[in-house]
């Protein structure tokens, strides 16, 4: 396996946080299969942030707020860190069920010199059912815009560095939210860069669960609003759909 990185971005309110919990299975898994992992922090207590480098974390503090600003700050930084013909993986912290299938992708990706490496789920059985449903919704949404047979609201995906040029790029026109992470994805498939899409057996990860209620509906549903707005434009833009 070449060279890779995982980038990631955090923010916990504190060590009972339990989303911190499945981050610092995350890096231990990353330490465990030979990566290294990146996190820009956009404010967590100190203490979170002296856990994680403990555990083998490199944890830089975020430059400047927005959700946007600081995707871009950790593909930045890891893209240094990495090197011209290393990996990139972009992942949410709290993923560590998939850490252990990225060596596979990432000797996929420098075998088949691929760009973007789309990840997506094989299944969403083991969502809470609220999430799973706003998620439904979104995906076939965008799957219509765009005609990309997509798991659209799976975050997880492996760059190469010509393809990371495209969300260092990005200046945030849609609202610089979850679509930072979506709209450089069409670009480079409007610009022919090599591009697969693989589903993976993900498994979500029995913690967040519990992740429902009134704040986490009304959360979600903005999820969804930016990602199907933003989306459905910027394919019109492209030429996906008139």
Not at 22 to 45: C, M, Q, Y
């Amino acid at each position: 396996m070449g060279k890779a990185i995982i980038a990631t971005t955090t923010l916990y309110g504190g060590k009972s946080d339990t989303r911190f919990g499945l981050a610092l299975k995350t890096v231990e898994e990353a330490k465990r299969n030979g990566l290294d992992i990146i996190i820009i922090d956009g404010g967590s207590p100190a203490e979170v942030c002296q856990a994680m480098r403990e555990k083998g974390a490199k944890v830089v503090n975020q430059e400047v707020k927005g959700f946007g600003l600081s995707i871009r700050q950790s593909l930045r930084e890891a893209s240094c860190l990495v090197g011209i013909d290393g990996v990139i993986i972009r992942l949410e912290a709290e993923k560590h069920t998939l850490v252990n299938m990225l060596p596979a992708l990432v000797s996929l990706m420098l075998k088949d010199n691929i760009d973007l490496l789309k990840l997506g789920r094989k299944n969403r059985d083991d969502y809470p059912p609220m999430q799973k449903a706003a998620e439904g919704f979104a995906i076939l949404a965008c799957q219509e815009f765009t005609g990309l047979k997509w798991d659209f609201d799976f975050g997880p995906f492996l760059l190469s560095q010509q393809a990371l040029l495209y969300f260092l790029q990005y200046d945030g026109e849609y609202g610089d939210l979850w679509e930072s992470l979506d709209i450089p994805q069409l670009r480079i498939v409007r610009d022919g860069l090599n591009v697969k899409y693989q589903e993976v057996d993900y498994v979500h990860p029995p913690e967040q669960a519990g992740e429902t209620g009134p704040d986490m509906i009304f959360k979600r549903l903005k999820q969804m609003s930016v990602q199907v707005t933003s989306i459905g434009a910027e394919a019109k833009k492209l030429g996906f759909w008139k």
